[in-house]
């Protein structure tokens, strides 16, 4: 099992929608949690973190995080077609000196 | 304050060549992380550097190789190059000195190999 992983999408909601991203992680990861966006072409930039049980809200974003399921996902409300980019998942690795680690992220579409 | 600078940003080589890549980190920054990123696999870690040694390594070949200055400017090399090496190599720094949680990136070197 890989330590993180992410359905590829694409994920095309409408403008103004809720978008769902979902990220499941291995028993292997420690417990910080992170997002990143990637519009084509740029680099990744960190959009939120999440190091405990529940939700973190931040603007239009909210990050939710389930140790229970070992999943964690991030909602963007009122989704615009600026929000299309593609959304990285990532994890610390546990162990040693902290290693960050991203799944293969999300592309996600937003369609006026 | 300058963003993370990497260079070149394009490089074309060929099979059984050897190429360098520049990364100089924010000024303060310590930890340097190296990534490769490619359409199949997504961001691979290559390894992370602070303060002039390698902290941590991913699962690459030899052939990859990285090292760090005492101003934190870091440098990889691939040697003996394949066209599987192709891809868009990004480097991260980071401000926190135990941990490499939240990264700034440069905008990458894209290499092709052929």
């Known amino acids: 099992q890989k330590e993180v992983e992410q359905n590829s999408g694409p994920l095309s909601v409408p403008e103004g929608a809720i978008a769902s991203l979902n990220c499941t992680y291995s028993?292997?990861?420690?417990?910080?949690f992170f997002w990143y966006r990637q519009y084509s072409g740029k680099s990744p930039e960190l959009i939120m973190s999440?190091?405990?049980?529940g939700d973190k809200e931040d603007g239009r974003f909210t990050a939710q995080l389930n140790k229970a399921s070992q999943y964690v996902s991030l909602l963007i409300r009122d989704s615009q077609p600026s929000d299309s980019a593609t959304y990285l998942c990532a994890v610390i690795l546990s162990g040693g000196y902290n290693k960050l680690i991203f799944g293969a992220g999300t592309r996600l579409a937003v369609h006026p | 304050k300058a963003g993370v600078t990497q260079t070149p940003r394009y490089l074309i080589k060929t099979r059984g060549q050897q190429v360098t890549l520049s990364c100089s980190p924010i000024s303060g920054h310590r930890s340097v992380s190296w990534y490769q990123q490619t359409p199949g696999q997504g961001l691979q870690f290559l390894f992370e550097?602070?303060?002039?040694?390698?902290?941590n390594k991913g699962n690459f070949p030899g052939r990859f190789s990285g090292r760090q200055f005492s101003n934190s400017r870091s440098e990889m090399n691939v040697s003996t190059l394949e066209l599987g090496d192709s891809a868009l190599y990004l480097c991260?720094?980071?401000?926190?000195?135990?941990?490499?949680?939240?990264?700034?990136f440069g905008s990458g070197t894209q290499l092709s190999v052929l």
């Open positions: 028993d292997r990861v420690s417990q910080s």
């Open positions: 991260a720094s980071s401000p926190w000195e135990g941990s490499n949680e939240k990264l700034f």
């Open positions: 999440i190091y405990s049980n």
């Open positions: 550097y602070f303060s002039e040694t390698q902290r």
